[in-house]
């Protein structure tokens, strides 16, 4: 139930830049809800080389030969690869997807062969005598020649260099296999841009007609970002090549196989209280063939098989199921393991599996991970194969997402199946669901689990947005696991973080509810982005937590107890008008057609258009008299009126749904590039909802006003009418008012308090999302004493200003103390800030 403190006047503050007459009152009599110890944790995902050439210490790339291999479920043709053709499980089309495939290209992913008074052919071969079956490809060296002391050099770049330092170790783990080699081969460290030596190691053992492992000890005699690793060759002869390893002997903690020193202690200091791995996307996986099978990702890493993963690249899984528990354990935090319910990627091939022997087969793969983190080694196979690893004891598993991202009643019968047999199996864990909190499919779905909201979105989203979850419903708890401020804000810059920043302490006053949260995503290497903004920023040698990090880092670090009330007198800023702009129609993987348009203008105006003059942006668009049909799957398909801009009309229309998954979208407000206005989203949500959207830079954000349940039948005409002048939108279906929308007020500052036992200090939090500096005046109710000295932590800056390689903490937090706190102070907050005080009150 929603607590009371909640719907009187709000833990929130809400000011303007305006001066301020009354003062913020904080009463610490009135106790307000707990605020989850939970609440902050990190999201792992194999995104822009997060694992792979990021946190996982491996330093070679492409290590097994194995990167041109296809994604599993996949075929080869003409330089593409295609998935199976399926029923998409969301939108109940085929969607025939499939991808460029360059093979020869990404068969030297990494790799280079050169000769120095030598003659070689190099090229990666499907062994007639594999090193293993999960790595059937290997390199082969074809010597023909070397004189005068030449050399063959087979070298790896690494991941856009290998970070090599002086003084440090490096182990080498490689295999080879020759009938008529009879020279020596030496492991060198090389700096990539001066060829020059940085350490070497004669491999003393002779390759032989099968399989020979050879291990070395390399010393790193200098330093260097783009080192390689080399692999020399002094005689002729055929030589075969597979995994080709080396690490660093000083990971984080010392672990084999284990993480890079640096990046985990970036995550050491965020204090995260739980980790979520392995997606995220790729646990759907582009075909269901190609999901994460986390059985493979166990044992010795050269027996891995490694899969292409959704952001376009191998993942070698040398961080697999076992690693990811270590490590939760090692930073000792809750592990959360993701495991797909049975169908991939809905927005990629979206095959799915149904029969009550395939979805069998999935619970019981959940079943198997459960019990490979928790069961006891004596009397399970899987928890004995932990044993074996080395953790005879638990690993610290708490929580079990059941799929990622999954919606509509497909995934709702499959969460059903999966949920009922594991819940009453495994009642310690908590499950959770990857519907949004407002979903109407929830109710569909009974039992306790926790449900898993996304947003990624642009600063005013996440500014306005503080409120979100004032009037949640409290049915389940939540578990905001993706999100991030990424639209129109560079790599991330100081503006998002601080939006990000009034978001999260919406969440941390509404934690009754909200009960835990996690950023995403979280790393990237600088040399591969795969999405807009990301956490952590890796090369081959250093790691920096962009403005967004140090934001997580002090929620995390001044989680206070429990919130405690706050009193303010509101002057709310000045909502913004909707621009003037054009209209347009549309629709969200469905097939759609629209007649009878016509614009009636604030005097009066009858404008009718015929459908001919609409001009298709995306989608498949035809006209047929005065029809015109979408009839594409595509999703955001539009079609736009061309020479018309206004704020204040009424558009007129029929629709009729001809198939698909939702039903009409809408826009009106729209700017020339149809990238950036509003949409009434009629029927969306999988054909359960109405709403208006904005649209920002060709993408929906959230919602303006309220949502309705609706759904519209196919091959039925509906009157629908939009009501649009400059402060409000009513959407019209059939006669029937559906929805008003308003523009928002554009706020920006934003206080809570709460108190923190631990320390018996007050914990007040302020961001100025401003560029002036924002002066308030505090008085403090129901404290004996308050300390005159405490600490204020405050990260500032310009809007735009960002992190980089060269300036790496730009942007970060400074604390100082400041001693004139008192039941009644005064306090100026820098612009565009963020800024926690802590305050020592004796109650």
Avoid at 437 to 449: A, N, R, S, V
Avoid at 629 to 637: G, I, V, Y
Wanted: hydrophobic share 35%; charged share 20%; aromatic share 10%.
């Amino acid at each position: 139930m929603k607590h009371s403190l909640t719907t009187a006047l709000a833990l929130l503050l809400t000011i303007t830049a305006t001066a301020q007459t009354e003062p913020i009152r904080i009463d610490l009599g009135q106790k307000g809800t707990v605020v989850s110890p939970n609440l902050y944790g990190i999201f792992f995902e194999e995104i822009s080389h997060a694992g792979d050439g990021g946190l996982y210490a491996e330093l070679v790339q492409n290590r097994g030969f194995e990167e041109h291999v296809l994604p599993s479920g996949m075929t080869y043709r003409k330089g593409r690869a295609y998935a199976p053709d399926a029923m998409n499980y969301e939108h109940r089309n085929h969607s025939k997807w499939n991808i460029p495939w360059n093979m020869e290209e990404k068969k030297m992913a990494g790799w280079k062969v050169t000769g120095e008074n030598a003659t070689v052919k190099g090229e990666v071969i499907k062994a007639k005598t594999p090193l293993h079956v999960n790595t059937p490809h290997a390199m082969q060296l074809d010597i023909k020649k070397v004189e005068n002391g030449g050399k063959v050099v087979l070298a790896n770049t690494g991941y856009w260099g290998i970070g090599i330092k002086a003084g440090e170790k490096y182990d080498l783990r490689c295999y080879v296999m020759s009938s008529n080699y009879k020279g020596g081969i030496t492991a060198r460290l090389r700096d990539s841009a001066t060829g020059a030596s940085l350490g070497s190691a004669a491999l003393t053992t002779a390759p032989g007609s099968t399989w020979t492992e050879l291990t070395a000890t390399l010393t790193a005699e200098g330093t260097t970002a783009k080192g390689e690793l080399a692999l020399e060759f002094d005689r002729k002869g055929t030589v075969l090549i597979d995994y080709v390893s080396l690490f660093p002997q000083a990971t984080f903690k010392g672990r084999k196989n284990g993480q890079r020193a640096d990046v985990a202690q970036m995550l050491v200091d965020l204090h995260p209280k739980f980790m979520r791995w392995p997606g995220g996307c790729i646990v759907e996986g582009a075909t269901y063939e190609n999901r994460v099978r986390w059985k493979e990702t166990l044992g010795d890493p050269m027996t891995r098989r490694g899969e292409w993963d959704v952001w376009g690249y191998r993942a070698t899984w040398g961080m697999g199921y076992h690693e990811f528990l270590q490590f939760c354990e090692d930073l000792q935090m809750d592990a959360m393991f993701v495991n797909n319910a049975g169908m991939s990627c809905s927005v990629r091939n979206g095959d799915f599996v149904s029969s009550d022997a395939d979805m069998d087969a999935v619970v019981q793969d959940f079943r198997d991970a459960i019990d490979y983190a928790l069961a006891d080694p004596a009397t399970n196979k899987w928890a004995k194969m932990r044993a074996e690893a080395g953790h005879p004891k638990p690993f610290p598993l708490k929580y079990v997402e059941i799929g990622n991202e999954n919606v509509g009643p497909e995934y709702v019968t499959h969460f059903n199946y999966i949920f009922k047999k594991l819940k009453a199996e495994y009642p310690q864990i908590t499950f959770i669901n990857t519907l949004g909190h407002t979903d109407p499919l929830l109710e569909k779905i009974p039992g306790d689990y926790m449900v898993d909201p996304h947003w990624y979105r642009d600063p005013n989203f996440f500014f306005a947005n503080n409120h979100l979850f004032d009037d949640a419903p409290r049915t389940h708890d939540i578990y905001v696991g993706e999100y991030a401020c990424n639209g129109g804000v560079g790599a991330g810059n100081l503006l998002a973080a601080l939006s990000e920043a009034a978001f999260i302490m919406g969440m941390e006053r509404n934690s009754d509810v909200v009960k835990m949260s996690s950023y995403a995503p979280l790393f990237e290497n600088e040399n591969r982005r795969d999405w807009p903004c990301n956490l952590i920023h890796i090369n081959s040698s250093e790691v920096y937590g962009r403005a967004s990090y140090y934001v997580q880092q002090m929620a995390a670090e001044n989680r206070p107890t429990y919130n405690i009330y706050v009193s303010e007198t509101t002057v709310a800023g000045k909502p913004q008008p909707f621009k003037a702009g054009g209209i347009g129609l549309g629709s969200y993987a469905t097939q759609c057609e629209y007649k009878d348009i016509s614009v009636t203008t604030a005097d009066g105006q009858v404008k009718h258009f015929p459908a001919s003059q609409f001009q298709g942006r995306k989608g498949k668009w035809t006209v047929e008299g005065d029809v015109i049909r979408q009839t594409s799957d595509e999703q955001l398909t539009m079609a736009l009126l061309p020479g018309f801009s206004s704020d204040n009309y009424t558009l007129q229309l029929k629709a009729c749904k001809l198939g698909g998954l939702e039903g009409f979208f809408i826009y009106y407000g729209m700017d020339d590039n149809g990238r950036n206005g509003y949409a009434a989203n009629i029927a969306g949500w999988n054909n359960r909802t109405t709403a208006i959207q904005p649209i920002r830079r060709g993408r929906t954000s959230d919602v303006l006003g309220r949502r309705v349940n609706q759904t519209v039948d196919s091959n039925r005409w509906y009157d629908v009418k939009i009501v649009v002048t400059p402060m409000a939108v009513t959407l019209y279906v059939d006669g029937k008012e559906m929805t008003v929308a308003r523009p928002a007020a554009l706020t920006r500052h934003f206080c809570q308090a709460g108190y923190d036992e631990q320390t018996g200090e007050l914990v007040i939090k302020v961001v100025n999302g401003t560029d002036r500096p924002y002066t308030r005046s505090f008085v403090i109710d129901g404290a004996m004493n308050v300390m005159p000295t405490g600490k204020v932590i405050t990260l500032s800056g310009d809007a735009n200003d960002e992190n980089t390689f060269e300036e790496p903490t730009k942007l970060a937090p400074r604390t100082a103390l400041y001693g004139k706190f008192d039941k009644h102070f005064d306090y100026q907050f820098p612009p565009m800030s963020f800024t926690v005080m802590r305050v020592k009150v004796n109650k």
